[in-house]
């Protein structure tokens, strides 16, 4: 294999995306044949060089790429430090995936897992306009004029937000119920830029991510991406439709297994099971 950067190297065996790797280089807790390395850029050869975080080995494991219908009262992260329930809650499975971009505690809808860090950086940054769009109830009825400054472009923290598409879809007592696709992911970015114009968001619910729609899986449920799929999103990011370097998991979705939730806590029923496609 040929020699890599050691962040890439560190985001392509799962173990964290490419910006977490660069601060843990930069932190000193990366180490290759036993000397820390702190500069970014370093290049190494995993097959031949011993490398470790925090002294642990590194080694690689499948990729694996995941969908979850996120349900309201979870939190995107992987570890809470209040011992609120996190979205790996509902998704344990033997790589270490994490969840891509956020989706707070209040929402619910799509959100991705997995431990391909180079596919996390694409989701994520700004630079490669990945769209994502939500349904989105908010309190009251907005008037066209209303509708038109989104539209344009509401400022958030001295930066407009570009919404590319703003449609009413229907009303309901509470308000009207908007089909909103944007590419930012500053946190809470809709739930802010409502509320700058006066009209709260009572429910958000992300239905897709690129080309990927969440479809008819139940809340608290997940699934494996299937090849077209994951060959679909990586298109839309600018990636080789197949990654490179480590092998992905091929896994087959298992008729009959499923994920549910039960009990006060709704925690899952029986811990990695995948939810069964009908």
């Known amino acids: 294999m040929a020699e890599q950067r050691l962040q890439r190297v560190l985001a392509a065996y799962g173990i ?34 011993e490398i470790r975080v925090d002294g642990e080995p590194v080694r690689p494991e499948p990729l694996r790429y995941i969908m979850l219908h996120k349900p309201v009262g979870y939190i995107t992260t992987t570890v809470d430090e209040y011992g609120r329930r996190t979205v790996l809650d509902l ?5 270490r995936v994490v969840p891509v971009g956020r989706l707070d505690r209040d929402s619910s809808g799509l959100l991705l897992l997995t431990n391909d860090g180079d596919l996390i950086y694409r989701i994520t940054h700004p630079r490669y ?107 839309a990011v600018g990636l080789s439709e197949t990654p490179a370097g480590v092998k992905t998991k091929e896994r087959e979705l298992d008729r009959g297994r499923t994920v549910q939730l039960r009990g006060r806590d709704r925690r899952p029923g029986r811990l990695g099971q995948k939810y069964r496609r009908r």
């Open 16 to 49: 964290a995306s490419r910006r977490k790797a660069e601060q843990l280089i930069l932190a000193g807790r990366v180490t290759v044949d036993g000397v820390v390395v702190r500069e970014l850029g370093t290049k190494v050869d995993p097959e031949r060089q």
């Open 91 to 95: 998704v344990q499975v033997p790589e």
């Open 129 to 235: 306009e990945l769209e994502k769009e939500y349904e989105v109830l908010v309190d009251g009825f907005p008037p066209p004029e209303v509708e038109e400054a989104l539209r344009r472009g509401v400022p958030v923290d001295g930066r407009p937000v570009q919404i590319r598409r703003l449609e009413a879809i229907r009303t309901e007592p509470e308000g009207t119920v908007y089909r909103v696709v944007i590419h930012e992911g500053r946190n809470r970015i809709i739930r802010r830029v409502f509320e700058r114009v006066g009209y709260p968001v009572l429910r958000l619910h992300r239905v897709r991510v690129g080309p990927l729609r969440l479809g008819n899986l139940p809340p608290g449920q997940w699934r494996d991406l299937t090849p077209e799929e994951l060959a679909a999103l990586r298109r």
